[in-house]
């Protein structure tokens, strides 16, 4: 049975107008579009005053890591979002050895809250996702830090010509299973210990097959542009590889006066024949792991002992201080450089315990919400805030997820949305049982709600393009991100004037308000705002022309 949507005012993706009509869907295709469709024993959407627009495509997001368990993907779903772009920031749960299961084991599962499972191959992950069933399509990117620590593991040094040929082979086995590309983070480890050389190494290879490097720079904050954006653009260049800003932000409050030289930089990239664009999110708040921001890679070789031990503890402490000012004061005015590092560091501690908000954390689940300096008095209130941080982070496991106040809406975040070369991704994630930021619930709704409603930053006609056919066309997905006939019948409808996010930084995990339908290849996913169960999901592959 065929499904038809009636008098719906169509936003095609294109940026275009709108046009009220109606939507004949027969299988996964948009068949026909125009008006007064007769259509006998369709099953029928009565879409009168409401928006009819492609699916949403979410360039940036992290679900790969629990999609497993958490295949309904209803964070997302119940956005409009039909499409996860996946394997972010250089973490993934393939391609794996047993190199990079230890790193997974001691590392990122800890920090991330990722699968215990983990595959050899790209393709061998796809099939497990396939043979599951999931509601939602996933495009996956190679990601790097896995491509590492198969050939290196953990060793902190630069790969030798055969590692490198290795890491090619490795890369090039994921374009081949249908990767659009490859991701780094190259704040996280081994991103952070692998040279420009090395990626560019890398990207050679996507670049044959036409595909894409995305990048979480190596800055994001006072040298966004010196040492983040310029690395990427060197990269893009000397491999000849179109590429990807993740999360594109002015990451602190040194930055946003950078905002206007960031988007400059782009466009005079983009002139000069570069392929660049960037994703972005709608909140002021970053989000990360407590652990990745305060820990050295050698304190999860033994977790609990090295956050116990008097001595190592000590050492710790040093280096939390190395990691924060290296983090946040390496573009501060020189005149704070110059105070004297006893006081450097208290000025710091203050600022963590007042800045620093608790979003979620493994076990005692009252604290989520709460600023850090109050979380530690709440818990360890006998213990110094030092000494009780790092018992917080050893009796959590690592598992805590907090936000900071990074960027700015007023002074950057809206200048770098308003620019054509710039879509959404949530960086957000799927999860059990625990809090998120609300980035993973609500980046889509914010944005038609808050930054096209009441702001009217952008047009309703421009905000559907940067959610639909602008990535889709980033991505080369010829049937989506469009309402036409023909196409994929990935579709959302909503009511423009209900929609609205309700994820706060306390409860993350609220649906949003008036989305009504979602379609993702041509069966409906989401009925009058609730869930059907439907599983129609598929894995995009890209296409190369290799």
């Given at each position: 049975?065929?499904?038809?949507?009636?008098?719906?005012?169509?936003?095609?993706?294109?940026?275009?107008?709108?046009?009220?009509?109606?939507?004949?869907?027969?299988?996964?295709?948009?068949?026909?579009?125009?008006?007064?469709?007769?259509?006998?024993?369709?099953?029928?959407?009565?879409?009168?005053?409401?928006?009819?627009?492609?699916?949403?495509?979410?360039?940036?997001?992290?679900?790969?890591?629990?999609?497993?368990?958490?295949?309904?993907?209803?964070?997302?779903?119940?956005?409009?979002?039909?499409?996860?772009?996946?394997?972010?920031?250089?973490?993934?749960?393939?391609?794996?050895?047993?190199?990079?299961?230890?790193?997974?084991?001691?590392?990122?599962?800890?920090?991330?809250?990722?699968?215990?499972?983990?595959?050899?191959?790209?393709?061998?992950?796809?099939?497990?996702?396939?043979?599951?069933?999931?509601?939602?399509?996933?495009?996956?990117?190679?990601?790097?830090?896995?491509?590492?620590?198969?050939?290196?593991?953990?060793?902190?040094?630069?790969?030798?010509?055969?590692?490198?040929?290795?890491?090619?082979?490795?890369?090039?086995?994921?374009?081949?299973?249908?990767?659009?590309?490859?991701?780094?983070?190259?704040?996280?480890?081994?991103?952070?210990?692998?040279?420009?050389?090395?990626?560019?190494?890398?990207?050679?290879?996507?670049?044959?097959?036409?595909?894409?490097?995305?990048?979480?720079?190596?800055?994001?904050?006072?040298?966004?542009?010196?040492?983040?954006?310029?690395?990427?653009?060197?990269?893009?260049?000397?491999?000849?590889?179109?590429?990807?800003?993740s999360h594109w932000k002015a990451g602190s409050s040194f930055a946003w006066k950078l905002t206007s030289d960031m988007i400059n930089l782009v466009k005079e990239a983009r002139e000069h024949g570069l392929k660049i664009y960037a994703d972005l999110y709608p909140y002021?708040?970053?989000?990360?792991?407590?652990?990745?921001?305060?820990?050295?890679?050698?304190?999860?070789?033994?977790?609990?002992?090295?956050?116990?031990?008097?001595?190592?503890?000590?050492?710790?402490?040093?280096?939390?201080?190395?990691?924060?000012?290296?983090?946040?004061?390496?573009?501060?005015?020189?005149?704070?450089?110059?105070?004297?590092?006893?006081?450097?560091?208290?000025?710091?501690?203050?600022?963590?315990?007042?800045?620093?908000r608790i979003i979620s954390v493994t076990r005692i689940h009252k604290i989520e919400g709460e600023f850090l300096g109050r979380a530690i008095k709440i818990l360890y209130p006998k213990r110094k805030f030092i000494d009780g941080l790092l018992d917080f982070v050893r009796?959590?496991?690592?598992?805590?997820?907090?936000?900071?106040?990074?960027?700015?809406?007023?002074?950057?975040?809206?200048?770098?949305?308003?620019?054509?070369?710039?879509?959404?991704?949530?960086?957000?994630?799927?999860?059990?049982?625990?809090?998120?930021?609300?980035?993973?619930?609500?980046?889509?709704?914010?944005?038609?709600?808050?930054?096209?409603?009441?702001?009217?930053?952008?047009?309703?006609?421009?905000?559907?393009?940067?959610?639909?056919?602008?990535?889709?066309?980033?991505?080369?997905?010829?049937?989506?991100?469009?309402?036409?006939?023909?196409?994929?019948?990935?579709?959302?409808?909503?009511?423009?004037?209900?929609?609205?996010?309700?994820?706060?930084?306390?409860?993350?995990?609220?649906?949003?308000?008036?989305?009504?339908?979602?379609?993702?290849?041509?069966?409906?996913?989401?009925?009058?705002?609730?869930?059907?169960?439907?599983?129609?999901?598929?894995?995009?592959?890209?296409?190369?022309?290799?």
């Amino acid at each position: 049975m065929g499904l038809l949507i009636r008098n719906g005012l169509i936003l095609d993706g294109t940026g275009s107008q709108g046009f009220i009509s109606d939507i004949l869907i027969e299988g996964d295709k948009v068949v026909q579009i125009k008006q007064n469709i007769d259509a006998a024993g369709t099953e029928i959407i009565d879409a009168s005053n409401k928006v009819v627009a492609p699916g949403f495509i979410d360039m940036h997001h992290h679900g790969d890591l629990s999609i497993m368990e958490l295949n309904k993907a209803e964070a997302s779903i119940m956005q409009g979002v039909t499409t996860l772009v996946v394997g972010m920031c250089g973490l993934g749960l393939a391609p794996a050895n047993e190199k990079v299961r230890d790193y997974y084991h001691n590392f990122v599962k800890n920090i991330f809250g990722s699968s215990d499972i983990l595959y050899d191959t790209i393709q061998e992950y796809m099939d497990a996702i396939v043979k599951k069933g999931v509601s939602i399509n996933l495009a996956f990117f190679v990601p790097h830090g896995n491509v590492r620590f198969l050939v290196l593991g953990s060793e902190r040094r630069p790969a030798n010509e055969r590692e490198i040929e290795e890491m090619k082979k490795s890369v090039e086995e994921g374009m081949e299973a249908g990767a659009f590309g490859l991701t780094t983070g190259l704040i996280y480890p081994p991103g952070s210990i692998t040279s420009t050389e090395e990626i560019i190494e890398l990207c050679k290879i996507v670049a044959q097959y036409n595909g894409i490097y995305d990048s979480h720079m190596r800055n994001e904050g006072g040298d966004v542009i010196e040492i983040g954006m310029r690395e990427l653009i060197k990269i893009a260049r000397e491999a000849k590889v179109q590429a990807q800003i993740s999360h594109w932000k002015a990451g602190s409050s040194f930055a946003w006066k950078l905002t206007s030289d960031m988007i400059n930089l782009v466009k005079e990239a983009r002139e000069h024949g570069l392929k660049i664009y960037a994703d972005l999110y709608p909140y002021e708040e970053s989000s990360t792991s407590l652990s990745y921001v305060l820990l050295q890679p050698w304190v999860y070789d033994n977790f609990k002992e090295n956050l116990t031990d008097l001595e190592k503890r000590k050492k710790i402490i040093n280096e939390i201080f190395n990691l924060i000012s290296a983090n946040f004061l390496s573009s501060a005015p020189k005149a704070i450089k110059l105070i004297p590092k006893v006081i450097l560091r208290k000025f710091l501690l203050r600022f963590f315990k007042k800045s620093v908000r608790i979003i979620s954390v493994t076990r005692i689940h009252k604290i989520e919400g709460e600023f850090l300096g109050r979380a530690i008095k709440i818990l360890y209130p006998k213990r110094k805030f030092i000494d009780g941080l790092l018992d917080f982070v050893r009796d959590e496991e690592g598992g805590i997820m907090v936000s900071m106040r990074m960027m700015s809406e007023a002074k950057s975040i809206n200048s770098l949305f308003k620019q054509d070369f710039v879509c959404v991704g949530s960086d957000g994630f799927l999860v059990k049982d625990v809090n998120t930021h609300p980035r993973s619930y609500g980046t889509f709704p914010k944005i038609l709600s808050k930054y096209v409603r009441e702001k009217n930053i952008v047009s309703l006609e421009k905000a559907i393009k940067k959610m639909t056919s602008l990535p889709a066309t980033i991505l080369g997905l010829s049937d989506r991100g469009e309402i036409k006939e023909n196409n994929k019948a990935d579709i959302v409808i909503f009511n423009f004037e209900k929609i609205k996010d309700k994820s706060t930084y306390k409860n993350g995990r609220q649906f949003p308000e008036g989305i009504d339908y979602v379609i993702v290849n041509g069966k409906i996913t989401v009925r009058k705002g609730i869930h059907t169960g439907a599983l129609n999901g598929q894995i995009l592959k890209h296409k190369s022309d290799k």
